[in-house]
Every structure is written in structure tokens, then in C-alpha cells.
């Protein structure tokens, strides 16, 4: 998650062709993941929207001020058990992997960073591993390691990525959150990577639908050619398709503010306008999904599982508010229901509609609307060809689902079907 101060616009990268890469071959209930932290996160509060969640680990929960010392797992030195933790969210259905964040353990702090971090990524691995505890499939070395300098960050991903080889070969390694670019306080640039790719499994990027960074750091919606948002990640799509063809590119981080008041804004956010509406972040969230699938990505995680709604940068990003589902909650969990087993087929732009195709295991075929613009309640008709084998049913916000509308004739084999910017599904004729 990036920090304040900073702008986190990726700049200076190359033009891309608007072209998309081939969705994956994945389905949507194995594609859509949450960003959880340790301790706080309640498996059970997300039941149906998702069953995969990746933790925020802090290193230096395990090793404390001194690194040259083991941690005493499956417990951290502070105590917190990890078999409570990581056998809990397994036992509770759960697909896990962990971000092994070492941003409170600064390069200078280990006794000896090679030594120390090898030794600890090795024994995490043993014990996390499938051939394990089998409590994850994969570990991320560093979340946004922006405090180490390149080489250093370089230093300890060499030493980690041999640590989980060795202690379990079948644990995935992923990279940090990673650009196409010059690196930041936020990221490495991927090109560090390429002569390590026999230790990479997993390609990691975060990105959010931002326009300018500090005082106010505007979002937006995800189409918006004024964001980088989805730029950032084809860029990483195109780096790994050069250089490391059939490695999966994961976002590991994506999402929108839904504070519920500006009051009290303070300090670094005084001024912070990046917040939208709990609608907004609904309806932008589910647009996102066959965006980052259209581009080539294997997983997204959303940031973040719950929050305190605080006005403030990703102070109110939860899917949850003080543990109660937010409008986007429900609207997960109904595309989940319509489409949870489906498959995107293809994308279709235009510059007022966006159709997703969904192809389900039974062979039918349901269609995703929206209009790429900013959140509202307005719907314009639009005209499909594909015909329609049901009623049309809009996104849901609530416990209650949403009543359903009706297609109108439009022309011999034409159908007129009303479409805003929060999307509607539609079963319809192969």
C-alpha cells in the first residue's frame, strides 16, 4: 500500500498498444483474492465473496531485534502463533499465500542480511510449505521494499529465494510489487528480476486508479485514461511476456476509499480527496476483475478486508466497515453467485459500452455491462445482438437482491438493454 507524501504515477514508460493479452484460463473463484492482515482477519466474515486471502507477514514479528536468532515457529517472537493463524484460515477453506514484509527490519538492522535472511526464509518455508503445515502456496519477498536500495533489495532476494527453494521446493516464490519502470518508494523495477527468473514463479504489481498523489491523491474510475491503473500493470504483462513467458502476473493490490464522511482529516490527509461512494467502490471493484483478466492477470487481491472509516488514504478501503459488509461486499458475493465457476471469454471496448463475456462450465454464456464512466445511476439503452435468455440483473447492494429488468425488442435480432456505469449480468443465447 503506497505511503503518503509521494506521487505513485508510474512515468516515462513506453507506449502500449491498447491490445489486450488473452484472458487466462482461470475462473473467477480462483482469480479474486483479498489482502488480509494476521491476527485481525475473520475468515468467516467473507464467506462466498472469496476463499483467497493474502496475509501482510512482518518479519520482524518473527525475529524481533535479533536476526541471527531463529524464530521459535510456528510461533513468532512476539507469540502469535502462526499454526492459530495460517491453520485457521486453511482449515476455514481458505487458498493463502503471504507477503513476507521486512519494511520494519531495514537492511542495516540484520546481523547479517545474507546469513540471517536465508536461514529464516528456509525454515519459514519447511514449516509454511505445501510440503509442510501446507498452510500456503506461495510467499512474496518484500511488499513494497521501496527503504532498501536496489542492490540491497537484490541482496536479500537472492538469499530468501534460495532459502524457500531449499526448505520447500514446492512453495511459490513471487516478487515484491513490481514496475516496468524506474523504481520508487513503492516498488523494484522488474528488470532486476531477469537474471533471477529461476527463482520467480510469480510476477506482483499494485495499482490503483489514481490521478495525482499527495496533498489530495484523486482516484477515479478504472477506465479513466487519466490513471495509469491499468497501463502500469500491461506494462508488466508485456515485460514478463518478452522475458518470462507463462509466469502468472498477480495484482496484488487494487482498490478504492469509501469513507463515509470527510470530517476530521488531518496531518499528511488534510486535504486527501481520494475518496468515492460505497456504489463507486462496488461498481469499480467488479469492472476491474475482467479488466485485469482481459490484460493477462492470473489473480487479483483486493485491498483491503475491513476497515475503521477513517478519512484518509486507504483508511476506509475495506470491503467491511467495522466488521458489517459494505454495498461492495453484497456486490462481490452476487458475482460470485452468477459467475463464480465461469471463465472470461472477451472483452469488448467501446467507448460507451463494455461487454464481458463469461462462459460458464455448463457451456452458457452470460454477458457483463457497463459504461466506462464514473459512478451513477443513470443507464443509456444499448443495443446487443447476443438474445437474452433471462431478465436482466443489476448489481446487488444489499442483503436484498435487486429487482430484475427487462430487455426491450429493438429490430429483428436486436435487443435494447439499459446500462450505466454499475454493471449488469445477462444470461443469454450462446
Known amino acids: 500500500m503506497p505511503l503518503p507524501r509521494l506521487v505513485c504515477l508510474t512515468l516515462g514508460l513506453p507506449a502500449l498498444a491498447l491490445a489486450a493479452a488473452t484472458p487466462p484460463p482461470v475462473a473467477l473463484k480462483d482469480f479474486l483474492g483479498l489482502c488480509g492482515h494476521t491476527v485481525q482477519f475473520k475468515p468467516e466474515r467473507y464467506e462466498g465473496v472469496t476463499s483467497i486471502v493474502r496475509d501482510y507477514h512482518p518479519v520482524s514479528w518473527d525475529l524481533a531485534d535479533d536476526s541471527a536468532t531463529p524464530a521459535p515457529l510456528p510461533f513468532a517472537k512476539n507469540r502469535v502463533d502462526w499454526d492459530h493463524v495460517y491453520g485457521g484460515w486453511r482449515k476455514a477453506g481458505l487458498r493463502v499465500h503471504a507477503s513476507l514484509m521486512f519494511s520494519g527490519f531495514p537492511a542495516e538492522k540484520w546481523k547479517n542480511l545474507e546469513t540471517d535472511s536465508h536461514a529464516y526464509a528456509r525454515a519459514f518455508a519447511k514449516m509454511a510449505g505445501p510440503g509442510g503445515r501446507d498452510w500456503m502456496e506461495a510467499v512474496e519477498i518484500g511488499n513494497e521494499p521501496g527503504h532498501y536500495s536496489d542492490a540491497d533489495y537484490a541482496r536479500v532476494f537472492d538469499a530468501m529465494s534460495k532459502g524457500v527453494r531449499e526448505g520447500d521446493p514446492q512453495l511459490k516464490i513471487a516478487t515484491c510489487n513490481v514496475t516496468a519502470g524506474k523504481s520508487s518508494h513503492y516498488d523494484k523495477p522488474i528488470e532486476l528480476f531477469r537474471s533471477r527468473l529461476d527463482r520467480v514463479d510469480i510476477f506482483t504489481v499494485h495499482t490503483y486508479a489514481q490521478t495525482d498523489g499527495w496533498p489530495t491523491w484523486h482516484r477515479t474510475f478504472p477506465e479513466d485514461p487519466a490513471t495509469p491503473y491499468l497501463k502500469d500493470v500491461r506494462a508488466v504483462v508485456a515485460w514478463r511476456d518478452a522475458h518470462a513467458k507463462g509466469k502468472p502476473v498477480w495484482v496484488t493490490e487494487f482498490g478504492w476509499d469509501a469513507a463515509t464522511s470527510l470530517e476530521g482529516r488531518k496531518g499528511d490527509f488534510a486535504k486527501w480527496a481520494g475518496n468515492v461512494t ?27 478486508f475491513d476497515d475503521k472509516d477513517e478519512p484518509q488514504m486507504h483508511g476506509a478501503a475495506g470491503i467491511l466497515r467495522h466488521g ?18 465461469a471463465r472470461l471469454e472477451r472483452l469488448d471496448r467501446e467507448a460507451s459500452l463494455y461487454t464481458a463475456r463469461w462462459r460458464k462450465p455448463d ?34 447492494l444489499t442483503a436484498t437482491d435487486p429487482a430484475t429488468l427487462r430487455t426491450a425488442p429493438a429490430g429483428t435480432g436486436r435487443w435494447s438493454v439499459p446500462v450505466g456505469p454499475r454493471p449488469v449480468y445477462l444470461r443469454v443465447a450462446p
Open 324 to 341: 458489517k459488509p459494505k454495498p461492495s461486499w453484497y456486490a462481490l458475493r452476487q458475482m460470485q453467485r452468477l459467475l463464480g465457476d
Open 363 to 396: 457451456g452458457s454464456c452470460w454477458l457483463m455491462l457497463w459504461t466506462p464512466k464514473a459512478d451513477s445511476d443513470t443507464t443509456t439503452p444499448h443495443t446487443i445482438t447476443s438474445r437474452p435468455l433471462g431478465e436482466i440483473i443489476p448489481m446487488a
Open 278 to 304: 460505497d456504489t463507486a467502490q462496488a461498481a469499480y471493484l467488479l469492472r476491474s476483475i475482467p479488466l485485469f483478466l482481459a490484460e493477462g492477470v492470473e489473480r487479483a487481491h483486493i485491498y483491503f
